[in-house]
Nanobody
Framework: VQFVESGGGLVQPGGSLRLSCASS????????VGWYRQDIGKELNLEHE???????????DYSDSVKGRFTIFRDNAKNTVDLQMNSLKFNDTAVYYC????????????????WGQGTRVIVSS
């Protein structure tokens, strides 16, 4: 795996976290990059939820559950993909995974890239 995810942690409801995905390879040619999440304790599988995706031209797409609260940043010069998460809710608790090679198939964002270890986010009071 040629990238590292970081930034997860324990946060109270309403709090903020910023996740970062740093790649040792260039991401500038990738059509889309983004973040997925999976319930803690579940192995990464097809039930993961796409959270935020950004295309090469800077267009962002968000799941309805995070729209207005999360913001994705893509820096092709630094080869990083960050996810700013604000107004966190209990149900944002998950392991968040970065994917650096995402394609659009029909109306779905399909992750084709490698998966890392993820970074755990726990929202708890």
């Amino acid at each position: 795996v040629q990238f590292v995810e970081s930034g997860g942690g324990l946060v109270q409801p309403g709090g903020s976290l910023r996740l970062s995905c740093a790649s040792s390879r260039s991401i500038s040619s990738r059509y889309a990059v983004g973040w997925y999440r999976q319930d803690i304790g579940k192995e990464l599988n097809l039930e993961h939820e796409v959270v935020a995706v950004m295309t090469r031209d800077g267009t962002a797409d968000y799941s309805d559950s995070v729209k207005g609260r999360f913001t994705i940043f893509r820096d092709n010069a630094k080869n990083t993909v960050d996810l700013q998460m604000n107004s966190l809710k209990f149900n944002d608790t998950a392991v968040y995974y970065c994917n650096l090679d995402i394609g659009r198939v029909r109306d779905s964002w399909i992750p084709f890239g490698d998966w890392g270890q993820g970074t755990r986010v726990i929202v708890s009071s």
